[in-house]
Protein backbone atom coordinates (compact mmCIF):
# COMPACT_ATOMS: atom_id res chain seq x y z
CA UNK A 1 0.00 0.00 0.00
CA UNK A 2 1.17 3.60 -1.17
CA UNK A 3 0.90 6.06 1.83
CA UNK A 4 1.86 10.30 2.27
CA UNK A 5 3.57 9.61 5.75
CA UNK A 6 3.04 13.60 5.86
CA UNK A 7 -0.54 13.22 5.85
CA UNK A 8 -2.21 11.43 9.51
CA UNK A 9 -4.75 9.87 7.45
CA UNK A 10 -2.61 8.29 4.86
CA UNK A 11 -0.69 6.54 8.03
CA UNK A 12 -4.09 5.25 9.48
CA UNK A 13 -4.95 3.75 6.37
CA UNK A 14 -1.50 2.11 6.14
CA UNK A 15 -1.73 0.65 9.28
CA UNK A 16 -4.86 -0.53 9.11
CA UNK A 17 -4.11 -2.64 5.89
CA UNK A 18 -1.10 -3.80 7.83
CA UNK A 19 -2.82 -5.32 10.36
CA UNK A 20 -5.33 -6.75 7.97
CA UNK A 21 -2.88 -8.33 6.22
CA UNK A 22 -0.53 -9.32 8.79
CA UNK A 23 -2.82 -9.42 11.98
CA UNK A 24 -0.24 -7.67 14.35
CA UNK A 25 2.69 -5.44 14.10
CA UNK A 26 6.18 -6.06 15.14
CA UNK A 27 8.58 -3.84 13.96
CA UNK A 28 8.25 -0.27 12.00
CA UNK A 29 11.38 0.88 9.69
CA UNK A 30 10.89 4.64 9.14
CA UNK A 31 12.54 5.17 5.95
CA UNK A 32 10.48 7.38 3.52
CA UNK A 33 12.53 10.70 2.99
CA UNK A 34 13.33 12.88 0.20
CA UNK A 35 16.58 15.16 -0.36
CA UNK A 36 16.72 18.15 -2.42
CA UNK A 37 20.20 19.72 -2.35
CA UNK A 38 21.03 23.85 -3.10
CA UNK A 39 22.00 26.85 -2.10
CA UNK A 40 21.06 28.87 0.55
CA UNK A 41 19.28 31.43 -1.95
CA UNK A 42 17.25 28.55 -3.34
CA UNK A 43 15.83 27.51 0.32
CA UNK A 44 11.91 28.40 0.12
CA UNK A 45 8.89 27.77 2.50
CA UNK A 46 8.25 24.98 0.32
CA UNK A 47 11.33 23.46 -0.01
CA UNK A 48 11.61 23.41 4.09
CA UNK A 49 8.58 22.16 4.43
CA UNK A 50 8.47 19.59 1.90
CA UNK A 51 11.37 17.91 3.72
CA UNK A 52 10.73 18.25 7.46
CA UNK A 53 7.00 17.29 6.81
CA UNK A 54 8.58 13.98 5.38
CA UNK A 55 11.65 13.31 7.05
CA UNK A 56 10.39 14.41 10.36
CA UNK A 57 6.79 15.09 10.90
CA UNK A 58 6.68 11.86 8.90
CA UNK A 59 8.43 9.54 10.97
CA UNK A 60 6.67 10.87 14.70
CA UNK A 61 3.30 10.08 12.94
CA UNK A 62 4.21 6.92 11.80
CA UNK A 63 5.72 6.02 15.33
CA UNK A 64 2.94 7.39 17.29
CA UNK A 65 0.78 5.48 15.29
CA UNK A 66 2.46 2.42 15.07
CA UNK A 67 2.96 2.42 18.99
CA UNK A 68 -0.84 1.99 19.47
CA UNK A 69 -0.47 -1.24 17.30
CA UNK A 70 2.48 -3.34 19.37
CA UNK A 71 1.10 -6.04 21.27
CA UNK A 72 1.91 -6.21 24.89
CA UNK A 73 5.34 -8.01 24.49
CA UNK A 74 6.21 -4.64 22.25
CA UNK A 75 7.64 -4.03 19.32
CA UNK A 76 10.68 -2.03 17.39
CA UNK A 77 11.10 1.04 15.41
CA UNK A 78 13.89 1.63 13.43
CA UNK A 79 14.86 5.09 12.46
CA UNK A 80 16.74 5.87 9.04
CA UNK A 81 18.73 9.01 9.07
CA UNK A 82 22.01 9.81 7.19
CA UNK A 83 25.59 11.03 8.30
CA UNK A 84 24.94 14.27 6.86
CA UNK A 85 22.82 14.96 10.15
CA UNK A 86 26.36 15.09 12.01
CA UNK A 87 28.54 16.24 9.38
CA UNK A 88 26.39 18.42 6.81
CA UNK A 89 27.73 19.06 3.46
CA UNK A 90 27.60 22.12 1.20
CA UNK A 91 24.02 22.88 -0.08
CA UNK A 92 22.21 20.30 1.99
CA UNK A 93 21.26 22.85 4.85
CA UNK A 94 17.80 21.49 5.32
CA UNK A 95 18.11 18.01 4.34
CA UNK A 96 20.54 17.97 7.46
CA UNK A 97 18.74 19.50 9.49
CA UNK A 98 15.79 16.89 9.28
CA UNK A 99 18.35 14.19 9.17
CA UNK A 100 19.66 15.76 12.68
CA UNK A 101 16.10 15.50 14.02
CA UNK A 102 15.87 11.99 12.86
CA UNK A 103 19.11 11.48 15.26
CA UNK A 104 17.80 13.48 18.11
CA UNK A 105 14.00 12.10 17.89
CA UNK A 106 15.36 8.71 18.05
CA UNK A 107 17.45 9.16 20.95
CA UNK A 108 14.88 10.65 22.88
CA UNK A 109 12.22 8.29 21.75
CA UNK A 110 14.55 5.38 22.81
CA UNK A 111 14.25 6.90 26.38
CA UNK A 112 10.80 7.08 26.57
CA UNK A 113 9.43 3.96 24.57
CA UNK A 114 12.27 1.83 25.82
CA UNK A 115 10.86 0.79 29.14
CA UNK A 116 7.84 0.50 27.29
CA UNK A 117 9.40 -2.36 24.90
CA UNK A 118 8.39 -0.43 21.94
CA UNK A 119 11.85 0.77 20.84
Do not use: C
Amino acid sequence: MQADVARKSDIGKLFAETKKAFGQLDVLVNNAGIYEFGPLENVTEEHFHKQFNLNVLGLLLTTQEAVKHFTAVGGSIVNISSVVGRHPLPGASVYSATKAAVDAITKSLAKELGPKKSA
